[in-house]
């Protein structure tokens, strides 16, 4: 049961992060960016690309950015995010990050509720990785020039 635990955390935390990645390819893709600039010398936030360019490439952000945004999700992970496999007080199931602080209003929910929303945000979790993999894998295919167009967002640049 303890493994069981640890590897549904571990699905429900990397769920979350692909719904978060996956709305992110979204949005910015279709054009939708942060207003202002990103640093104090007047790069704006749409001047980067989208996708796995803004990672790695010719004009990706730049490596201390990438540092603060690395150090910036390590102080979450470390001390903000904890679960009871972190050393946090157990909550209620694998995933829980209320650590007390968080509820909007969990607790007024019954059983039955509770289970529903907890399957639905697995299966959302496990479609949104299944999403941001075939968005990078159709990213990595247009540099070989094997153009395909989305029915969403079209073909990625």
């Known amino acids: 049961q303890e493994r069981f635990d640890r590897l549904r955390y571990v699905e429900v935390k990397h769920g979350r992060i692909c719904q978060l990645a996956f709305l992110g390819q979204i949005v910015t893709r279709n054009g939708i960016h942060l207003s ?6 007047g790069h704006s936030f749409d001047s980067y690309p ?3 360019a803004a990672v790695f490439g010719d004009s990706a952000i730049p490596q201390a ?8 999700v390590g102080f979450l992970e470390l001390f903000v995010m904890k679960d009871s496999a972190n050393g946090a007080e157990p909550g209620d199931f694998p995933g829980d990050f ?3 602080a968080l509820d909007f209003g969990w607790d007024t929910f019954d059983e039955e509720t509770k289970l529903s929303k907890r399957a639905v945000e697995l299966n959302n979790g496990r479609a949104a990785m299944m999403g941001i993999l075939g968005l990078m894998v159709h990213e ?9 167009d989305l029915p969403i967002i079209g073909a990625l640049q």
């Open 140 to 148: 990595k295919l247009n540099e070989i020039d094997m153009v395909a």
């Open 50 to 52: 989208n996708g796995l």
């Open 36 to 41: 202002g600039d990103i640093d104090y010398s």
């Open 65 to 72: 950015g990438a540092l603060q945004i690395f150090a910036f």
């Open 98 to 100: 209320r650590n007390g």
